[in-house]
């Protein structure tokens, strides 16, 4: 400082031409710009004054949130200019608060966060560290902020700062690469999941089916009879059953073990010698089911037909009434989708409701039905076997002829295609009555009478020329 005095003192010397001569205002000011402002010569001792002694006018500090040196909300910083702390151990209070288990600590840092303003005018900043904020304080802390920035910009290192933002880049591609791959890495694991669920829920549903069906006499249930019903021929359903768990099951197994490598990320194979037995057994059961499949279709592709017929002469009288047996809705229905019913407690039979009712002119005074049986099978006298099991009850009491909604047949016949045709023939001048069930089996096609309207069922109708006159329907 000495130095600096003596210096000043030899420039102040120069301009003075004589010892009565007093220094000017633009000599002082020339010498400032030679020697620079006094405020350059400070000491670095003289720097560590705290920042409360640099300004005027002390007065009672506010509790602000500090934003200039925030992590979460600026809560922490406001309380330590407040209690003139530092922030690192109102910072370590709040950890220790939530480690101890106080969750009370969390609700009034909220609450602070919450309640607190936060110190955004440079005014509400000073008064948050006690400072008054007239007009020479607010200055200097501008100038503070202005020279802080420009001590930052010139300080900058900015081939570093490059290289920085280069490797934050790299960082950030590096690792959205590792959050891509984790995802990948969970959708393939999930994948193996999904596979391996689905594959055991097939396997074990097909095991606990086939062994149910082998052994547990499903042949006597009437899911059984409903598989021996489903084939024309006499294969054996078991052999079908084998055949369809075999081509299931081994390609599910094969998933099974895809989805559990995708989980583990590799699994042992079960070796080359299982694997080609498995395929061979795979193909042999696929040949089996296309085999067995060509040999049922022989049943329906070359077929014959065989008709039984009943003729019974009817009432002579000239009034017939015609009811409907509707007793197939009072059995022990198993499966009514597919027609299996219990018809006493050891056989089982299949119920067919393809009945039809045609309406013909007869040849001579007395009324006549023809009921017709026909069935399919590969050959005439199968055909014919199938149809002499069709058992189609009837009853006819006095002038009334009770006819039925339906059939039976024995399961064991497999016929298909089975139908019933029954014929009414009725002579000129007849009376007829049909009651409005009958219109269920009523066909008007293939007759040579004219057809009956849905509102003469009930009513008596008398034949004349091949019509059906009802004298109460005319006047309706």
Not at 385 to 408: C, K, N
Request: charged share 20%; proline share 3%.
């Amino acid at each position: 400082m000495a130095d600096i005095e003596a210096r000043i003192a030899e420039l102040f010397l120069e301009k003075v031409k004589n010892e009565r001569q007093a220094v000017q205002l633009e000599d002082v000011e020339e010498v400032i710009k030679i020697m620079g402002k006094p405020g350059d010569y400070v000491s670095d001792s003289e720097e560590e004054y705290t920042e409360r002694e640099n300004y005027s006018s002390q007065i009672p500090k506010k509790l602000y949130r500090d934003p200039d040196h925030k992590v979460l909300g600026g809560v922490s910083g406001g309380l330590a200019h407040y209690f003139n702390i530092d922030v690192v151990w109102v910072r370590l209070i709040w950890v220790l608060l939530v480690l101890a288990g106080l969750g009370s600590g969390i609700i009034v840092y909220i609450v602070l966060w919450a309640i607190l303003p936060e110190a955004k005018s440079t005014s509400e900043k000073l008064a948050m560290k006690g400072i008054s904020a007239n007009i020479e304080n607010i200055e200097r802390k501008v100038k503070k902020k202005f020279e802080e920035v420009s001590d930052k910009i010139n300080q900058a290192d900015f081939k570093k700062t490059g290289e920085s933002v280069k490797e934050g880049v790299k960082s950030g591609i590096e690792g959205l690469g590792d959050v891509i791959a984790g995802l990948v890495r969970f959708v393939v694991k999930a994948a193996g999941v999904l596979l391996m669920i689905i594959a055991m829920s097939v396997l074990v549903t097909m095991t606990v089916t086939f062994f149910v069906f082998l052994f547990v006499n499903a042949g006597n249930t009437p899911w059984g009879m409903i598989i021996e019903q489903t084939g024309y021929s006499d294969i054996p359903a078991w052999l079908i059953i084998l055949a369809v768990f075999l081509v299931v099951c081994i390609p599910f197994f094969y998933i099974f073990q895809s989805g559990l490598s995708l989980l583990a990320g590799k699994s042992k194979s079960i070796g080359s010698v299982a694997n080609i037995g498995l395929l061979s057994v795979w193909v042999l059961s696929i040949a089996a089911l296309v085999a067995i499949g060509l040999r049922e279709a022989q049943w329906t592709v070359f077929q014959e037909e065989s008709t039984s017929e009943i003729s019974r002469t009817l009432s002579k009288s000239d009034t017939l009434i015609v009811n409907l047996n509707q007793s197939s809705k009072n059995y022990n229905l198993r499966n009514r989708l597919l027609g299996i019913f219990v018809k006493d407690k050891i056989n089982y039979s299949y119920l067919n409701k393809n009945v039809q009712l045609h309406l013909k002119s007869s040849v001579d005074s007395t009324a006549v039905i023809e009921i017709t049986r026909t069935a399919q099978g590969p050959d005439e006298k199968t055909a014919l076997r199938f149809a002499e099991h069709i058992d189609y009850p009837i009853e006819i009491i006095g002038d009334t002829l009770v006819l039925s909604d339906y059939f039976l047949s024995k399961l064991s016949a497999k016929g298909q295609n089975e139908k019933i045709r029954v014929n009414l023939y009725l002579p000129e001048n007849m009376v007829i009555k049909l009651n409005p069930d009958v219109k269920r089996i009523y066909n008007q096609h293939d007759s040579d009478l004219h057809y009956i309207s849905f509102n003469q069922f009930g009513e008596f109708l008398t034949l004349k020329a091949g019509k059906f006159l009802c004298e109460p329907c005319d006047n309706f």
